[in-house]
């Protein structure tokens, strides 16, 4: 038997009132992915408790790590899936280029409009490697994908990664990385949280002003501001990390398809394979790449684990509509062609979310997110995918096993409620 794994990132959500009090996912037409579901059995993760977890925090879950108990600093993840050289001692941050007012601080878009591209953002990366000095120390900063990005800092003694974050959306819950319903849109001061982080904390504050006054006056920015765009004129940080990690593997030969240097960074510490997708013009072009990449990844893999981001932006820009479009675009343009050719009788396919986005809140939220196993071994149950129904819901770290359970198991025996 081989398992897909597809997690769609940020599919949960709320009822909302522009899809008369349903979630995307319960108004979206998607008679592949409901097909599945019928065919199979559904039910809920509790990803992270009742913290709002971020994408790596919720990626690390689905794929069977208690978060509580094994947690790995997005920072690393970052620098990891980026190719990035990291010492223990190094602090590892994700970063946003963000838009700011001239005060450096009051920030007027955290993304940068998501219109940055990455061409732009690598010369802004450029610009500030080449125009900015820490005292005392030195470091990498590399952009990754759009407004995305990763800062490594060295100092002459090891840095401790007991910091807050600079990004003010973001915050440690139960020493996790996780979303805030609400924030003030303001560049936070990053302050130590232990004596022994002081130094790593002034850093990162060095940082985060010195790199603004070089992207503020970056001939990038300034021709964006001309084309009426935001500029990339600051740089926002979280989830450091000062420490090497590493993941159980799964059982087996894996393969991973993934948009983001994250996922990569997960997968390259669980020892699967990192399969590159092309990018294609137009969104349908674009999924029914991926699946036939999936596919034909498959044949020569035990398993194959493909991320699909799209679900997540929508919830993030609070467009109910647009998140529902591109759920029915997943299904039209990937699942359909991919489960076209596919032998479910020896194939066992499952479908989850990392984290609920929810339009509502323009955020992650510690709402439980629904989940579909289908294929070899799985009894029909004939539910519906989607936020509400009649299946169990778990924590988070067990599905994988739920997923990779014998075929002989027919029923929910494997499955442990949430207390």
């Not at 125009?131 to 090891?158: C, M, Q, W, Y």
């Not at 394979?273 to 034909?296: L, S």
């Not at 020896?346 to 939220?365: M, Y």
Request: hydrophobic residues 35%; positive net charge.
């Amino acid at each position: 038997m081989k398992w897909v794994l597809v997690v769609l990132d940020g599919v949960g959500d709320l009822p909302h009132p522009d899809l008369n009090g349903k979630t995307p996912l319960q108004s979206a037409r998607a008679p592949n992915l409901q097909g599945l579901a019928r065919a199979g059995r559904t039910g809920a993760l509790r990803i992270a408790k009742d913290v709002a977890p971020e994408s790596d925090v919720g990626v690390c879950s689905v794929l069977g790590h208690n978060p509580f108990e094994c947690h790995v600093g997005r920072g690393f993840l970052e620098a990891k899936g980026a190719g990035m050289r990291f010492n223990d001692g190094d602090l590892a941050l994700r970063a946003n280029f963000a838009s700011v007012d001239n005060d450096g601080t009051t920030l007027t878009d955290r993304r940068a409009g998501r219109s940055l591209t990455s061409e732009e953002a690598g010369q802004l990366a450029k610009d500030v490697t080449a125009n900015v000095k820490l005292d005392g120390a030195s470091f990498k900063f590399k952009a990754t994908k759009g407004h995305r990005g990763v800062l490594v800092i060295r100092a002459e003694t090891p840095l401790d990664a007991r910091v807050t974050n600079t990004d003010p959306a973001y915050e440690v819950v139960h020493g996790l990385g996780s979303a805030k319903a609400r924030f003030e849109m303001k560049i936070a001061p990053c302050k130590p949280l232990a004596p022994a982080a002081k130094r790593a904390a002034e850093l990162v504050n060095e940082f985060t002003r010195k790199s603004f006054t070089v992207l503020n006056r970056s001939a990038t920015n300034q021709k964006r501001v001309s084309e009426g765009k935001p500029p990339g004129n600051a740089v926002l940080l979280r989830d450091p990390e000062s420490k090497n990690k590493t993941l159980r593997p799964l059982p087996g030969r894996w393969a991973i398809l993934s948009e983001m240097p994250m996922e990569e960074g997960i997968a390259k510490l669980m020892g699967m394979d990192i399969v590159r997708v092309k990018p294609h013009e137009g969104v349908e072009r674009q999924y029914a790449h991926v699946a036939d990449t999936a596919r034909n990844t498959l044949k020569n893999h035990d398993g194959v684990y493909v991320h699909l981001k799209g679900p997540d932006v929508f919830g993030h820009d609070g467009d109910a509509r647009g998140k529902k479009k591109s759920i029915e675009e997943i299904d039209a343009f990937f699942f359909k062609p991919f489960l076209e050719k596919l032998d479910l009788r020896n194939v066992r396919t499952a479908v989850t979310g990392d984290h609920s986005t929810p339009c509502i809140l323009k955020a992650h939220s510690a709402d439980p997110v629904p989940f579909l196993l289908s294929g070899a071994g799985v009894p029909a149950e004939g539910n519906r995918f989607e936020e509400k129904n009649p299946g169990p819901t778990i924590n988070g770290w067990d599905f994988m096993p739920l997923l990779l359970e014998t075929i002989r198991q027919t029923k929910h025996t494997g499955s442990r409620r949430v207390s």
